[in-house]
């Protein structure tokens, strides 16, 4: 089976730099996705690290290592709209990854 | 806007009761992905269907059933409704078997009294 751990909270103020870790056990590994979802909304796709090292995109960056079975989102110069939650999510092997298992999620927290 | 839509936004119903929900995929995308947000269970898969057929099962219940028509539209049918049944049900759609970006409707809330 899959299993994601992932902080369940943490704050942070606006500005600042914020990292939100993800480690990861599955039986057969093709990749890490991140997605965010305000509250009361869907889950929105951020990234997808299939090869080791950092993609960047605009505020969000996403690091993985396989080695580690670990990944992370960094986020930069954090706005109030990023006050969400965090969803790091790896595709169901037992699925032939059709599925995606999703981690318990961070909230994020912006403070002024 | 994801492009995904899905009806109704909310449902209000009784224990043993029965209710489908509805969804469109985003225009060209085959896969159809049903999953369950509850506040104990986090984000959960259910089922997916491809192009008309079904093709990966998850915590799916026997209570619960899905299809997908040939204009790709899919619906989730909750059957002999319990109180533990009440959560958020994304549908998310993708252009192909396995994807891994899955485009999420706003979902529907589920309140089962």
């Known amino acids: 089976g899959q299993s994601l751990e992932q902080p369940s909270e943490v704050t942070a103020v606006e500005g600042a730099i914020v990292q939100i870790n993800c480690t990861y056990q599955t039986s057969g590994f093709y990749g890490l996705s991140w997605y965010q979802q305000h509250d009361g909304g869907a889950p929105t796709f951020l990234s997808y690290n299939a090869l080791d090292g950092l993609e960047e995109t605009g505020r969000f960056s996403s690091f993985l290592s396989r080695s580690d079975s670990y990944g992370y989102l960094l986020l930069q110069e954090l706005q109030m709209k990023d006050s969400a939650s965090y969803f790091c999510a790896v595709p169901t092997p037992d699925t032939g990854r059709r599925a995606l298992t999703f981690g318990s999620g961070t909230r994020l927290q912006v403070q002024p | 806007d994801s492009g995904v839509t899905q009806t109704p936004k909310h449902l209000i119903t009784a224990t043993g009761q029965r209710v489908t929900l509805r969804c469109s995929p985003r225009?060209?995308?085959?896969?159809v992905y049903w999953y369950q947000q509850s506040l104990d269970q986090g984000l959960q898969f259910l089922i997916q269907?491809?192009?008309?057929?079904?093709?990966a099962k998850g915590n799916i219940l026997e209570r619960f059933s899905a299809q997908q028509f040939p204009d790709l539209h899919s619906e989730l049918n909750l059957s002999s409704l319990e109180l533990g049944d009440s959560a958020l049900y994304f549908c998310a759609s993708s252009g192909g078997q396995g994807r891994e970006t899955q485009y999420f409707g706003p979902g529907t809330r589920l309140l089962v009294l």
């Open positions: 269907y491809y192009n008309g057929e079904e093709r």
């Open positions: 225009s060209g995308d085959l896969s």
